[in-house]
């Protein structure tokens, strides 16, 4: 048997579909303010600092890339909007006491068991099902949103876009459920640029400086400053025998070491020991998620058993994932994966109509739904599909089955233009897209 490879939520991407368009628009503007601009005083250290970027395209890059960002990470936890609630009013506490309170915070929870946290420019801050769950109290969730506010108001991400670390570096991992398609090589546009700001790892003078004004901010807001001491810890303690898969999440981007530890136990005792903790209320917001996660941990075990290629295994993990919580997309969209994988198309769409009924603002499921539906002919679903997955998250693989649609269907100029939008991806899917392109132009 052919072996298909299914990835999923937790999945790290190892090549990219950055478009040349979208990275010169961003150098474009990088280089017309650097005109303008020039050194200007960061905001959380008071020291001068090359400022090639302006603070309304921070705010603009922020904006922008936030839900394709949050989508290509596991997209929300929809299935408790209070506990989102909760975490944005942490987080809310927290800003209003930074340096910038006036930037547009925004404060959500993913749908990934990774644990992690990122900050985009502009104060757009996510956290992950999978931090929340090894966390004690409301304290030590302050001590992890300080520290992304940090990140946020300090500019740490403008800045390593201004050097080139960002747009040079390549991808450091985008967490969604692809499969055999070569949906993992081509997510493109701000979707991509998004996730290297999210996911490429800080400078330890960024992760100490964040941690640094982070106590700070706890202690403005009221907090026990010793959560950032025992949050460090754990990640010390958690990073310890860990696989590389594990340690390319949170660890990667955020790395922990005894050092950071030392510090922030120094700082604490100097700013002294004391504070609101909250463990009763924050262990009473995450009721409903430790419930379910039996439901998650199955999900991870079939994610496990599909590395070692045991696809029935997975699917009878999945089933049982399902039964403890019908409701999360996540786990009906894995299941079109492996009922694809085993040939059986027809319940393989039920499964994806079941995701896009439940999350139908998710792009990676409105996409599989729609590769799905070109691949039973049905051109109609599929580019109605396909279509809004990529007004979410671009993708080459959409464009390149839009423009096979529109060969279908003898509308040549228009494959053209998806084919030459698909064809700036790399890999095998821009390969397809500028051999089928060749083929038009021979007529």
Same mark, same amino acid.
Not at 432 to 438: D, S
């Given at each position: ?21 979208? +990275?010169?628009?961003?150098?474009? =503007? ?22 090639? +970027? ?90 992890? =949103? ?19 670390? +960002? ?25 991509? =640029? ?250």
């Amino acid at each position: 048997m052919q072996v298909i490879h299914i990835t999923t939520q937790e999945e790290h991407v190892r090549e990219t579909g950055v478009t040349n368009r979208n +990275i010169r628009h961003w150098l474009a =503007i990088a280089l017309t303010a650097t005109l303008s601009t020039g050194c200007a005083v960061n905001p959380v250290t008071g020291e001068s600092e090359l400022s090639l +970027i302006p603070q309304s395209q921070e705010l603009a890059m922020g904006a922008e890339q936030y839900i394709p960002t949050q989508q290509t990470q596991g997209g929300q936890f929809y299935l408790d909007p209070e506990l989102t609630f909760y975490v944005r009013e942490v987080g809310n506490k927290l800003a209003a006491v930074s340096d910038r309170p006036d930037l547009p915070y925004e404060f959500v929870v993913l749908n990934s068991s990774v644990p992690n946290a990122w900050a985009l420019p502009g104060g757009k801050i996510a956290i992950n099902r999978g931090l929340l769950t090894q966390l004690d109290d409301e304290a030590q969730l302050a001590s992890v =949103i300080g520290h992304e506010i940090v990140h946020a108001a300090a500019r740490h991400s403008v800045q390593r876009m201004q050097t080139g670390m +960002i747009l040079n570096a390549g991808m450091a991992g985008l967490g969604m459920a692809m499969g055999d398609s070569g949906l993992a090589n081509v997510v493109m546009g701000s979707a991509n =640029i998004g996730s290297q700001l999210a996911l490429a790892q800080y400078g330890q003078g960024d992760e100490l400086e964040s941690d640094y004004y982070g106590i700070h901010y706890m202690v403005k807001a009221g907090y026990d400053p010793m959560a950032a001491v025992e949050l460090q810890q754990l990640f010390v303690d958690m990073s310890q025998g860990q696989s590389a898969d594990y340690l390319s999440s949170l660890f990667a981007t955020h790395p922990p070491s005894q050092k950071r530890v030392d510090r922030n136990l120094a700082l604490t005792r100097e700013l002294g020991v004391g504070g609101y903790r909250g463990r009763d209320e924050y262990q009473r917001r995450m009721a409903f998620l430790k419930t379910r996660q039996p439901a998650y941990d199955a999900y991870d075990e079939a994610v496990s058993l599909i590395r070692q290629e045991d696809f029935e295994g997975a699917l009878n993990k999945v089933a049982s994932a399902i039964r403890i919580e019908p409701d999360e997309a996540m786990f009906h969209a894995l299941r079109g994966q492996l009922l694809e994988h085993r040939g059986d198309v027809t319940a393989a769409a039920g499964a994806y109509d079941k995701a896009v009924s439940l999350y139908p603002e998710m792009f990676s499921y409105r996409l599989r739904r729609g590769l799905n539906a070109f691949a039973r002919n049905r051109y109609q679903q599929a580019r109605e599909d396909i279509t809004e997955a990529n007004r979410v998250v671009p993708t080459a693989i959409g464009f390149l089955r839009l423009g096979d649609i529109a060969v279908a269907e003898n509308r040549r100029d228009e494959a053209v233009r998806y084919y030459q939008t698909a064809a700036e991806a790399g890999g095998e899917v821009g390969e397809e897209a500028r051999r089928k392109l060749a083929k038009l132009a021979q007529g």
